[in-house]
Every structure is written in structure tokens, then in C-alpha cells.
């Protein structure tokens, strides 16, 4: 296993933010903001998350495979996913949008976590992680604002790096598998793709319509992302992480 590679890469992305230019005057027009603001109450809730049985199933796997750095990269994934929500509420109070403390999509994904174990609890992460992909490209296209647009690009090299480090661990699971499991496995992730992209679409269609993605063009977009992942989860092919730029370089082109 090479997650102490992965520990590596998320100890040097800790201070990823730390370009974001919040002393330069921003601008969010009333227009941008009706559209967005509903949008993006629900993205930052969703982003923030304490991930308690995330990180007791993760010690519990570590101790299994005797390999403390995926408890430990665990960690640090939660608290990236964090960062990214008191961004987004830093943005959000700068121009008066108010956070939201529920939602029911984001009720539905924390139960599903919350009943699963581990390896159910990364497939619905990994899908989750997916459709911000795209959604994030949507929501840079339709504002003007230079701060908002710093954080959307931040925040895809985040998920584009997430969704990697996912697709490794399910890679992990299916380790020893026979390929009809692995297979049925693949295609029950799809299947909870499609209906979540159908949700999400019906929810955030204002963001993503301006942002030029009709529904089909998101759907093949998203579905794009999955076959990425896919790719990486049936690779058999060992995956060499020499240092976090490599890993940047190597694995966010794979396709």
C-alpha cells in the first residue's frame, strides 16, 4: 500500500489557500448572487462535515492492515473538506449570504455515511467528490468575481486530487476480488452516480444552465469523471508516487 505517499501529498497541500487574495476588492453583482445563492448555501454545508464515523472506520482499517498513514490521511482529507466549507462561509459572509445549518440532500449523504462502513462510506464520498468536479467548472463560469473564481480553482485541484486518493482506496478494497464482485461492485457506483446526478441537477440546474451545462452535457461530463476513476480502480497497474508533484502530474491526467 502507498498511502504514507498519499500522507505526504496531503501534508503539502495543507496550506492550499494561502494564495486566495482576500484584501483585493471583490465584486458580486445582484444577479450573480439570486443565482448562486441558494447553490452555494447547500455546496458549503455539504462541505462541512466533522467525518466521526469516516475516521473511526478508517483507525479501524489502518489496524487491520497495520499501516497507521490512511487513519492519518484520513484526517487530513477531513479537515481539507472543512477548509473548503469556512472558505466558502468566509465568502459567503463577505457578501451577505447566510449559511445554512440543513438540507435534506446533505441529510441523505451523512445518513448513508453514518450507516455504513468504509468501504460504502468512500463509493458515496467518491460520487459526492465527482459531481463537484463538474459543478465547481459551472460555478467559476458564471461570476465575475475574481475571489469566488480563486476558490472554485482551488477547490477543483482539491476534488480532482480527492477523487484520485478514492479511487485508490477502492482500488485497495477490491485487491484480491474476483472480477464478477469488482464488477458489480463498479456498477452499483454507477448506478448511485446517476441517480444523485439527476438530484443534483434538478437542485442546482440554475448554476449549471449559466454555466453552460445542459443536462446532458452534465450528465456526460460527470459520467466522463466516473470512467476516470473507474480506469484507475481496474488499472492493474501499481501506482508510483514519488513526491505530491508527480502525483498531481500523473495521476489527474489519467483517463
Known amino acids: 500500500m502507498l498511502y504514507a505517499q498519499w500522507l505526504h501529498y496531503f501534508q503539502f497541500n495543507a496550506d492550499h489557500f494561502h494564495q486566495i487574495k482576500w484584501a ?3 465584486l458580486l453583482t445582484p444577479r ?4 448562486i445563492r441558494s447553490s452555494i448555501q447547500q455546496f458549503q454545508k455539504g462541505e462541512n462535515s466533522e467525518g466521526k464515523n469516516l475516521w473511526r472506520n478508517a483507525i479501524r482499517y489502518s489496524k487491520i492492515n497495520n499501516d497507521n498513514s490512511y487513519a492519518r490521511t484520513i484526517e487530513l482529507f477531513i479537515k481539507e473538506e472543512q477548509m473548503h466549507a469556512r472558505v466558502l462561509g468566509t465568502f459567503m ?6 449559511k445554512i445549518t440543513s438540507h435534506w440532500m446533505d441529510s441523505v449523504f451523512r445518513r448513508l455515511r453514518n450507516l455504513a462502513g468504509l468501504e460504502l462510506s468512500v463509493i458515496v464520498l467518491t460520487t459526492a467528490e465527482i459531481i463537484s468536479t463538474v459543478y465547481y467548472k459551472a460555478l467559476y463560469a458564471v461570476t465575475n468575481s475574481s475571489l469566488l473564481k480563486e476558490i472554485c480553482e482551488q477547490i477543483l485541484k482539491d476534488e480532482e486530487m ?3 486518493f478514492q479511487a485508490f482506496t477502492i482500488r485497495d478494497f477490491n485487491y484480491k476480488r474476483h472480477y464478477l464482485l469488482k464488477n458489480f461492485i463498479t456498477l452499483a ?3 448511485l452516480l446517476f441517480g444523485t446526478t439527476v438530484f443534483v441537477y434538478i437542485w442546482h440546474g440554475n448554476v449549471l444552465r449559466a454555466g ?4 446532458n452535457k452534465f450528465m456526460k461530463e460527470v459520467f466522463k469523471e466516473m470512467d476516470r476513476v473507474a480506469s484507475m ?20 491526467t489519467q483517463s
Open 24 to 26: 483585493t476588492p471583490d
Open 32 to 35: 450573480e448572487q439570486k443565482l
Open 93 to 98: 459572509k463577505r457578501h451577505n449570504i447566510p
Open 162 to 164: 480527492h477523487v484520485n
Open 189 to 191: 457506483h454507477y448506478t
Open 212 to 215: 453552460g451545462y445542459n443536462f
Open 233 to 252: 480502480v481496474n488499472n492493474k497497474k501499481p501506482i508510483v508516487i514519488e513526491n505530491p508533484v508527480v502525483l498531481f502530474d500523473e495521476m489527474s
